[in-house]
């Protein structure tokens, strides 16, 4: 599909794998194509996986352009919030594949989705913003209130904590950790279950659940970027 999301669709399930040869980061470029990717998928297959590279997710939004201009700033950091809000109401059963690290913005894409798969290892997952000296959007301090245990929200947002797979799946970002020769059993298993699944209904209970949570986002993504 492009030179950094490989699209392909099998069996009613679309799989679109985050691969720009680094560190997978969310610039205006990725979250374009992933995107792209989700409109495309939303017309040819009935349940969408998500997966990053071997060893890695995503490392979150370009620290590179983070520390540039302003107006580039604005420009990715308005597209990963689009992005971010596509995946989280998307019509279809969306399914993410951690294949490793998944940091910041990575970590938040993971909390957009239906359900979590994360291979076992030597990773780290979470949300480091206040470690490196940025502050979590509205957008991103709402989507892991949504999907992050409440008792561990502080650490993991304020805290900066970051956890290893088995740990991630307890505080919320996974919703399970399998080893790495069981991961594509493990995400065909629940593709293939979410197809059963009647989808109007599907997409009528995933809008009632998140529809107040999308309406607040959407009202701060402007006044903050505005503010920056």
Do not use: W
């Not at 998928?41 to 540039?68: M, Q, R, S, T, Y």
């Not at 059963?93 to 359900?115: E, F, R, S, W």
């Amino acid at each position: 599909m492009s030179e950094y999301v490989d699209y392909k669709v099998k069996d009613g399930i679309a799989t679109l794998t985050m691969n720009d040869g680094k560190a997978n980061a969310f610039g205006v470029d990725m979250t374009s194509a992933l995107s792209e990717g989700l409109d495309r998928a939303a017309a040819e297959a009935e349940v969408v996986v998500i997966k990053g590279k071997p060893g890695l997710f995503c490392a979150g939004f370009d620290l590179k352009v983070i520390n540039g201009p302003a107006e580039g700033v604005r420009a990715m950091v308005e597209a990963g919030a689009e992005l971010l809000m596509k995946a989280y109401m998307h019509p279809q059963p969306l399914v993410m594949g951690c294949t490793g690290h998944a940091v910041a913005a990575g970590a938040l894409l993971l909390c957009t989705a239906d359900y979590r798969i994360g291979i076992s290892g030597d990773f780290k997952i979470g949300l480091n913003e206040t470690s490196i000296g940025l502050g979590l959007p509205t957008f991103g301090i709402e989507l892991a209130r949504d999907r992050l245990d409440n008792r561990q929200l502080n650490n993991a947002t304020m805290g900066a904590r970051l956890y290893p797979p088995a740990t991630a799946a307890e505080v919320g970002y996974l919703d399970e950790a399998v080893p790495p020769g069981a991961f594509e059993d493990a995400i065909a298993a629940k593709a293939e279950y979410l197809k059963t699944l009647d989808r109007a209904a599907y997409t009528q209970v995933k809008q009632r659940l998140r529809n107040a949570r999308e309406a607040l986002i959407r009202s701060r993504i402007q006044p903050e970027l505005d503010a920056r």
